[in-house]
């Protein structure tokens, strides 16, 4: 049966970080119509309801009805040390990442981490995510299996590490390949599921593992690769060591066929511009993870920046580098560091970020993070009034944006009404 979803649209018609706020596109009373996981038409909502007389209605009043979040780079199985006291990057990964990483070669662990995390990002209203799991082939087939149990768009890959990890946490070029190659012919393409190659980052692969690595995208050019690129400044000195022979930390991917329009790369702070430079002709995406670059202590991302050069942006968490499963707290931090920056970043940008930003970084766009016909109906709604220092700032709001600020600034899972994943609800009021 057809659903008819009811209250305030948001979604866009363009791109604000070019277009301005009048990329988005606002409904105050409108409507949502869904057929067989797919949304079929938006529009006022007296208008769906007289051309649909038989949908079964829900009506969520003044609530926003978006697209659901898309969370363009996590680690899920960093959910049990987020929020871990006291590191920067290289000391983090060693204290608290990597003992815990370690547990995943056991598939119960995997298991019960897996659905615990799904669980918290789909509270937070997050319906996408691109996760890197460990270097156990077990703790992809534990996420993917999970995912689709619930029906979810997920990305996620086996992180590939042959060097400066603990025993026990590495692969080797061969086994990198061969274990990745694998899983992509299980998981990859199934359903709503896709697979995305996953070196950790260059620190912790040899030139030979980059190089299996990027033989097998060669072959597999159908699949994302997604990896750390400058995040902090002691990293990026210790990759300049690791490999004296490359131009720059991008070189150091590049020249093993790990660059290229499915590129993902995490954080990309401490650029050269021959980096950026070449960012955009290649066309890689690059994903801003500004709730860990301020804890983790790495840096100020430069959106403005990058933005003018035309790369394709995502926002993520970076769970558990982050400090947050809610890409509100996240948006809100974007906004923070933007302000340090000189940049006041509007919320139709954040928005967009959050949502289609995120969904083209992954290059999904055309499917998921917005509201269009013939779009996968995985929807966010988001009470604007969800608690009483929210509340009485929203009703003050002339516009949405004004309305919409103080959940981005403040909310947090009490602003999640409802989530729909492929047409279905997956909390009913
Ligand atoms: N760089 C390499 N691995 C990681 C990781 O797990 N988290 C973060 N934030 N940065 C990394
Ligand atoms: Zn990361």
Known sequence: MAELLLGQILRFGGNPLHEGPDAARHSARGGVLIEDGVIRAVGEADDLRRQHPQAHVTDYGAAVISAGFVDAHVHYPQTGIIASWGKRLIDWLNTYTFPEEMRFGDPEHAGRIASLYLDLVLANGTTTVASYCTIHPASVDAFMAEAESRNLRVFAGKTCMDRNAPEGLRDTPQSAHDDSLALIERWHGRGRLSYVITPRFSPTSTPEQLEALGALWAARPDCLMQTH???????????????????????????????????????????????????????????????????????????????ARGLRIGLATDTGGGSSFSMLRTMAAAYEIGQLRGNAIHPSVLWWLATAGSAASLRVADRIGNIAPGMEADLVVIDLESTPAVAQRARRADDIWQALFPTIMMGDDRAIRAVWINGRPVRRD
Request: glycine share 8%.
């Open 229 to 307: 690129l400058s995040e902090q400044t002691d990293e990026v000195a210790w990759v300049r060591s690791l490999f004296p022979e490359a131009r720059d930390y991008l070189d150091t991917y590049e020249r093993h066929g790990l660059l290229g329009p499915g590129a993902v790369f995490g954080h990309a702070i401490h650029l050269e511009p021959r980096e950026i430079d070449r960012l955009a002709e290649t066309g890689a995406a690059v994903v801003h993870c500004p709730t860990s670059n301020t804890f983790i202590g790495s840096g100020l991302f430069d959106l403005s920046r990058l933005a």
